[in-house]
């Protein structure tokens, strides 16, 4: 006997390419479905939908003409209310589940697939709330995931009896998996390695949230991750002989020529224009325009400074290894640039606060083989997260990275003033940053104020009313190597 289970994670909206691994699955034929988590949240799409449009999203429809079986939570489930998310419960054909969120959702599910009882065990990272930039989740208790994971493979092993247990998580490793080199600071929000090393009786795994593709196995475990924005999906092939049950994990990627599925109410809407560019605030290289100031980064400054009236900016740059805007903007390039909803708050920050926060930048950073300045392995490995790294406005400053962690701040000043420990300053950051996530604790404040206004509508707004807009190029930071 023979069947197939196919998995997806971290879709994040992308209705047109997920169009293309439909056809995909409906090919294969799957005796089992599993979507793993952060569905709908990320993509123009994403955005249309819940913003503009404010109906539900295409990708809802897919899933049920597809026969789900069953979808894990993962974090950006959580970016919508508890109403809303009751409501997309309500759209799906199949249920939504995760075993550390107390009694908001079922723990598991099983199928029976020909005699063979499978069991589906959901946990997802219990960093949730880490995370919630609206108190969203007040309500809800995210235990432990790697002991909520013990419990529940080891309760429907004692109490369902399946035949196979599949461990689905949303989250990922904090060692390699093949040599337990560490990934990060071990602050828990992926503990993948933990659940291989620590949890009896898991028969294939299934993990997301870091947007790895890779298809291999622990022993005789297959340990599987599906990459993200629908590039992939998870396949196991499960074979039946004599009593023995084996299994192989592979990826099958999306066929990138083949026809999608095209939205043309979005479409038209993301090529609206918004305003236009006296010139050329593009970047074109991922390293570049992190180590000096950029026009680019001083227009998103200028958008921050002039929604909250504040002394001092803070913002970031996405995965992009180029962006940025010249001649005609589009609602389109906007999204690409900033795809995040996040709103801004101001908070109050003393100087000994800003050099903190700088030396925590800083450390992103550091001197390779070659005696140039890369990403340090905090923030490259295994995938870049180049959201861990702020760009501040409204200040000089200086970071070298020959120096010691922690004493990189060369130079920082106000106004042509050194900035002293007790002076004290209004400073905009988005909602995300100003959960303290990621080692910036000193962000996690009570906000002065609040522009409760998508950051990317902000951007239209300040085209519309300052188009066309002027370059400004004045260099106040930069990242050097010296002694």
Not at 360 to 375: G, N, S, Y
Not at 448 to 462: A, C, N, Q, V
Request: with cysteine; hydrophobic share 40%.
């Amino acid at each position: 006997m023979k069947f197939t289970i196919l998995a997806t994670s971290d879709v994040h909206g992308q209705a047109e390419r997920f169009s293309k691994l439909a056809h995909m699955i409906c090919s294969k034929q799957p005796a089992l479905l599993i979507d793993n988590g952060d569905f709908l949240q990320g993509s123009h799409l994403s955005y249309f939908y819940e913003r503009v449009k404010k109906s539900p999203h295409p990708l809802l429809q897919m899933a049920n003409e597809l026969k789900y079986d069953v979808a894990v939570f993962g974090n950006h489930e959580f970016n919508y209310t508890l109403s809303e998310i009751e409501k997309m419960r309500l759209a799906c054909n199949f249920p939504w589940i995760a075993g550390n969120i107390g009694d908001f959702s079922k723990a598991y599910y099983i199928k029976e697939i020909e005699n063979i009882r499978v069991a589906v065990v959901g946990i997802v990272t219990h960093h949730v709330p880490v995370w919630d930039e609206e108190n969203l989740t007040q309500n809800l208790t995210f235990t432990d995931a790697l002991e909520a994971a013990k419990h529940w493979v080891h309760y429907v092993r004692e109490q369902e009896q399946p035949n196979l247990v599949i461990l689905c998580y949303h989250g990922g490793f904090e060692r390699d998996v093949d040599t337990g080199i560490p990934y990060d600071e071990n602050m828990g929000e992926n503990q993948g390695y933990a659940m291989l090393q620590e949890i009896d009786g898991i028969d294939i795994f299934i993990t997301g949230h870091q947007h790895l593709q890779f298809a291999t196995k622990v022993g005789t475990v297959p340990v599987i991750q599906p990459g993200s924005h629908a590039h992939c999906l998870a396949q196991i092939d499960v074979t039946i002989e004599n009593g023995c049950i084996s299994h192989e994990p592979s990826l099958v990627f999306v066929d990138e020529e083949a026809a999608g599925v095209t939205f043309s109410e979005v479409d038209a809407w993301l090529d609206l224009k918004v305003g236009y560019v006296n010139g050329d605030m593009s970047f074109h290289d991922f390293m570049e325009i992190r180590l000096a100031d950029h026009p680019y980064l001083q227009f998103l400054h200028n958008v921050q400074l002039e929604a909250s009236n504040a002394q001092l900016s803070v913002t970031e740059l996405f995965y992009h290894d180029c962006g940025g805007f010249s001649g005609n903007v589009t609602i389109r390039d906007i999204l690409k640039n900033y795809p995040r909803a996040n709103y801004l708050q101001v908070i109050k920050l003393s100087g000994a606060e800003i050099r903190e926060a700088l030396e925590q930048c800083a450390t992103v950073f550091a001197i390779d083989k070659d005696r140039e300045i890369a990403l340090s392995t905090m923030v490259y490995y295994p995938e870049p997260q180049p959201y861990v790294y702020d760009f501040w406005g409204g200040i000089e400053y200086e970071l070298n990275i020959s120096k010691a962690v922690g004493k990189r701040v060369t130079k920082l000043l106000y106004k042509g003033e050194q900035i002293l420990n007790e002076a004290t300053f209004e400073v905009v950051v988005n909602s995300y940053r100003a959960t303290g996530a990621h080692g910036f604790h000193m962000m996690k404040k009570q906000a002065i104020r609040e522009i409760r206004i998508d950051i990317p509508e902000l951007m239209m707004r300040y085209f519309k009313k300052n188009s066309p807009i002027q370059l400004t190029d004045i260099k106040n930071w930069h990242v050097i190597k010296n002694s």
